[in-house]
């Protein structure tokens, strides 16, 4: 996501959670059964290399998640110095520490518009250099963890907001047009023979344009043999979604065939505006949950939560009011949580 913007964007726009105890305040705490048993698909979340030394946040994830997407340690910037040296004491450690706790690893991500190892500044403009440092750089990262991890986001958030295509004012589409999405999947592959090669983006449940263009890449993607091999919908959602358009979005992802990934979930009170959204929260991951169960069943990759607690969410990292997650800072569920249980259930 174009979190920089957002969050920019949160910043100047006021926030109304002191009317609805802001904060993670709700409801007192419910119980619930371990989501990871309770679901059919396998139930994520996003992890970073501290926090698997926290003793309520380890129990936490132990109990309830089957797998984990490192939230930033395989990013290009952890990952690539500005010497242009591999550092992989970060990823490494995620990846070791979920082996331990008999959890999976789903890779995120291999190339995003929005990081770019400083050394390709020097190839700008010289294709035949800049393809095959690219190249190497995919093989390298996916190739460090082929058979570790059962998944990857190769291509993170391609396509604009507007309706207008995708985005060209970033170095991979500077200097390889949209063929670098098609190369990143073609490394990745021969990198990885095994783990499924997915294409992820946000605010398609918002944007139905969009929806669309992402649709179209994916298709021009196939039609180009490239070995895409499933969907990711972010799913950073406000509370206030109006009912009705994370099914039509999954619907309409899930039209390709292709297993469907629901990848970065949380539903931001923050982001809905004035008012008390928490109910909204569990109409929403209701909907979430019955979109997916509605798959056939090879079709469910599974649920990412951004997130354990509200106060690892990346929105109160950056100082925003907000409880967008389904346990709260003590790691105690939510009625949020309890909705997700309920829409298991049927």
């Given at each position: 996501?174009?979190?920089?913007?957002?969050?920019?964007?949160?910043?100047?726009?006021?926030?109304?959670?002191?009317?609805?105890?802001?904060?993670?305040?709700?409801?007192?705490?419910?119980?619930?059964?371990?989501?990871?048993?309770?679901?059919?698909?396998?139930?994520?979340?996003?992890?970073?290399?501290?926090?698997?030394?926290?003793?309520?946040?380890?129990?936490?994830?132990?109990?309830?998640?089957?797998?984990?997407?490192?939230?930033?340690?395989?990013?290009?910037?952890?990952?690539?110095?500005?010497?242009?040296?591999?550092?992989?004491?970060?990823?490494?450690?995620?990846?070791?520490?979920?082996?331990?706790?008999?959890?999976?690893?789903?890779?995120?991500?291999?190339?995003?518009?929005?990081?770019?190892?400083?050394?390709?500044?020097?190839?700008?403009?010289?294709?035949?250099?800049?393809?095959?440092?690219?190249?190497?750089?995919?093989?390298?990262?996916?190739?460090?963890?082929?058979?570790?991890?059962?998944?990857?986001?190769?291509?993170?958030?391609?396509?604009?907001?507007?309706?207008?295509?995708y985005r060209a004012d970033n170095a991979w589409a500077r200097n390889l047009g949209m063929d670098y999405v098609r190369i990143a999947f073609e490394q990745a592959r021969a990198a990885d023979p095994a783990a499924p090669l997915f294409l992820n983006d946000y605010n398609l449940?918002?944007?139905?344009?969009?929806?669309?263009?992402?649709?179209?890449?994916?298709?021009?993607?196939?039609?180009?043999?490239?070995?895409?091999?499933?969907?990711?919908?972010?799913?950073?959602?406000?509370?206030?979604?109006?009912?009705?358009?994370?099914?039509?979005?999954?619907?309409?992802?899930?039209?390709?065939?292709?297993?469907?990934?629901?990848?970065?979930?949380?539903?931001?009170?923050?982001?809905?505006?004035?008012?008390?959204?928490?109910?909204?929260?569990?109409?929403?991951?209701?909907?979430?949950?019955?979109?997916?169960?509605?798959?056939?069943?090879?079709?469910?990759?599974?649920?990412?939560?951004?997130?354990?607690?509200?106060?690892?969410?990346?929105?109160?990292?950056?100082?925003?009011?907000?409880?967008?997650?389904?346990?709260?800072?003590?790691?105690?569920?939510?009625?949020?949580?309890?909705?997700?249980?309920?829409?298991?259930?049927?």
């Amino acid at each position: 996501m174009d979190r920089r913007r957002l969050l920019a964007g949160l910043a100047a726009a006021p926030l109304a959670l002191s009317a609805c105890g802001g904060g993670t305040a709700d409801a007192a705490p419910v119980d619930i059964p371990p989501l990871k048993s309770a679901a059919p698909f396998p139930m994520g979340v996003a992890a970073m290399t501290e926090q698997f030394g926290e003793p309520a946040w380890d129990d936490l994830v132990r109990s309830h998640f089957d797998r984990v997407t490192p939230e930033w340690e395989m990013k290009a910037e952890a990952v690539v110095d500005d010497a242009g040296r591999m550092t992989w004491d970060r990823a490494d450690r995620v990846v070791s520490s979920a082996e331990q706790r008999g959890l999976k690893v789903f890779g995120h991500t291999l190339v995003w518009y929005s990081q770019v190892p400083r050394t390709f500044a020097a190839l700008e403009g010289d294709r035949r250099r800049f393809e095959l440092a690219y190249g190497e750089y995919v093989r390298r990262v996916a190739g460090r963890y082929a058979g570790k991890v059962v998944g990857w986001d190769v291509v993170n958030e391609a396509v604009t907001d507007d309706g207008s295509g995708y985005r060209a004012d970033n170095a991979w589409a500077r200097n390889l047009g949209m063929d670098y999405v098609r190369i990143a999947f073609e490394q990745a592959r021969a990198a990885d023979p095994a783990a499924p090669l997915f294409l992820n983006d946000y605010n398609l449940e918002q944007l139905p344009k969009k929806r669309a263009d992402f649709l179209k890449l994916a298709e021009r993607l196939l039609r180009e043999g490239a070995p895409l091999g499933g969907l990711g919908t972010q799913t950073h959602t406000p509370a206030d979604l109006a009912p009705g358009e994370i099914g039509r979005c999954i619907r309409d992802l899930a039209s390709l065939g292709l297993p469907v990934h629901v990848s970065e979930l949380d539903i931001s009170l923050a982001r809905a505006g004035l008012g008390d959204h928490r109910e909204g929260q569990r109409r929403l991951v209701g909907e979430v949950v019955e979109a997916v169960m509605a798959l056939p069943e090879r079709q469910r990759f599974g649920i990412t939560v951004w997130g354990a607690r509200d106060k690892d969410s990346w929105l109160v990292r950056e100082g925003k009011r907000d409880a967008p997650l389904l346990f709260d800072d003590d790691a105690r569920p939510k009625p949020m949580a309890a909705a997700l249980v309920d829409a298991l259930k049927g």
